[in-house]
């Protein structure tokens, strides 16, 4: 059976770091595109960043280029994000999704088979 679940999110200081995991079963893991968004109440679901399926190509939204870091790892089934120098606007429920192959995006639209979700805080 097909399954993400994520896990990491807790309440982080302005400036401070989280890392995100997302745990996959039941697919085909080495040629899924994996996907990390993530959404606010009343706002559409935001592409984050995503991961190919070789792990050789990331794709990153413009507001956390620099502090947050994708990556891989197929021997666990598992997608990590990694956030630094975390801001308020940050703040939202994160998810991951996967996109069985074809063109990296980070439209959330492309993107099926998702988690629960990981609520990520930023706040003093």
């Known amino acids: 059976q097909l399954q993400v679940v994520e896990s990491g999110g807790g309440l982080a200081q302005p400036g401070g770091s989280l890392r995100l995991t997302c745990s996959v079963s039941?697919?085909?893991?080495?040629?899924?595109?994996i996907g990390w968004f993530r959404q606010t109440p009343g706002k559409e679901r935001e592409g984050v960043s995503c991961?190919?399926?070789?792990?050789?190509?990331?794709k990153y939204v413009d507001s956390v280029k620099g502090r947050f870091t994708i990556s891989r790892d197929d021997n666990k089934r598992t997608v990590s994000l990694e956030m630094r120098n975390l801001r308020p606007e940050d703040t939202a429920i994160y998810y991951c999704?996967?996109?069985?192959?074809?063109?990296?995006?980070?439209?959330?639209?492309?993107?099926?088979?998702w988690g629960q979700g990981t609520q990520v805080t930023v706040s003093s």
């Open positions: 991961i190919s399926s070789h792990g050789g190509s990331t």
């Open positions: 999704g996967l996109k069985a192959g074809g063109t990296l995006t980070l439209r959330s639209e492309d993107y099926s088979v």
């Open positions: 039941g697919a085909i893991f080495y040629s899924t595109h």
